[in-house]
C-alpha cells in the first residue's frame, strides 16, 4: 500500500470492520481492509481500515456518526 492511504480505525472485531467497510463504500468513500492478526492466535492482533488521505476526515467523521446512531463498539 503507497502512503496515499491512511489509518482511520483499527479494531479486533471482524464484523465491526466489515460493517464500517460497507458504509463508507456506501458514502462514496473507497476503503481497504488490512487484517493484522496472528494466523495462529486470532485474539491477537487487529484489523485496520485504511482510506485515501483526501478522504480521511470525512472517513472519521462518518465512523464516528456510525457509531453514535448503532451504538456498537
Given at each position: 500500500m503507497d502512503s496515499n492511504w491512511t489509518i482511520v480505525y483499527s479494531t479486533t472485531a471482524d464484523y465491526v470492520a466489515e460493517m464500517l467497510n460497507q458504509f463508507l463504500f456506501d458514502n462514496d468513500i473507497e476503503s481497504v481492509i488490512v487484517n493484522?492478526?496472528?494466523?495462529?492466535y486470532?485474539?491477537?492482533g487487529e484489523i485496520e481500515l485504511y482510506v485515501q488521505l483526501d478522504n480521511a476526515m470525512k472517513a472519521k467523521h462518518l465512523i464516528k456518526k456510525f457509531f453514535d446512531s448503532e451504538q456498537l463498539d
Open positions: 493484522k492478526k496472528d494466523s495462529a486470532i485474539c491477537i
